[in-house]
T-cell receptor
Framework: EPEVTQTPSHQVTQMGQEVILRCVPI?????FYWYRQILGQKVEFLVS????????KSEIFDDQFSVERPDGSNFTLKIRSTKLEDSAMYFC?????????????FGEGSRLTVL | AQKVTQAQTEISVVEKEDVTLDCVYE???????LFWYKQPPSGELVFLIR??????QNEISGRYSWNFQKSTSSFNFTITASQVVDSAVYFC????????????FGTGTRLLVSP
């Protein structure tokens, strides 16, 4: 069964460092998303991406964050200068369509720890 | 604004007990979708069910059942004859008919099933 894959599964970094989280969405999917879950809290929407541009973003997704689809398969989330509060589990998701039939498939998450 | 409330932060049951997880949502839209996801200790988000606002039929899938009541804006989830493997955090989520599949999650209910 096709799945969304994320790397790394866990990354530890120092405050102020740049981090790139990578995702390989399901191959025929067109819509891509990043969500974040701070430990023990709810899952929060960060950004959606379609047709090589951001379609929607939340207040969390400030100038420190960027997303990119550098080639036909990867979808990345970059945090330019990490802060302690960026420590969280980051989930990538993709969907084939936008409407009701466009079910969201989540990856297993990348845990980011900022020291 | 859209909001999902899961008032139960943690529920503990003994194996074979039935348990109901509550979910109350708020939205002004007439068309929307409701979801339940399971997050086991390994951290991934596992899709359980999707229900649209026009379909108030209750659904049963094995030991799982869902009770959708528009009149009370609730979408409750019942596990019958719970098992230890059901131990996880369960999230209820809401999505509008418009937009790019942005899910609004509740804060989750941690279910602990002991032998």
């Amino acid at each position: 069964e096709p799945e969304v894959t994320q790397t790394p599964s866990h990354q530890v970094t120092q405050m102020g460092q740049e981090v790139i989280l990578r995702c390989v969405p399901i191959s025929n999917h067109l819509y891509f998303y990043w969500y974040r879950q701070i430990l023990g809290q709810k899952v929060e929407f960060l950004v959606s991406f379609y047709n090589n541009e951001i379609s929607e973003k939340s207040e969390i997704f400030d100038d420190q964050f960027s997303v990119e689809r550098p080639d036909g398969s990867n979808f990345t989330l970059k945090i330019r200068s990490t802060k302690l509060e960026d420590s969280a589990m980051y989930f990538c998701a993709s969907s084939e369509e936008r409407g009701y039939t466009g079910e969201l498939f989540f990856g297993e998450g990348s845990r980011l720890t900022v020291l | 604004a859209q909001k999902v409330t899961q008032a139960q932060t943690e529920i503990s049951v003994v194996e074979k007990e039935d348990v109901t997880l509550d979910c109350v949502y708020e939205t002004r839209d007439t068309t929307y979708y409701l979801f339940w996801y399971k997050q086991p200790p390994s951290g991934e988000l596992v899709f359980l069910i999707r229900r649209n606002s026009f379909d108030e039929q209750n659904e049963i899938s094995g030991r799982y059942s869902w009770n959708f009541q528009k009149s009370t804006s609730s979408f409750n989830f019942t596990i019958t004859a719970s098992q230890v493997v059901d131990s996880a955090v369960y999230f209820c989520a809401l999505r509008m008919n418009t937009g790019f599949q942005k899910l609004v999650f509740g804060t989750g209910t941690r279910l602990l099933v002991s032998p």
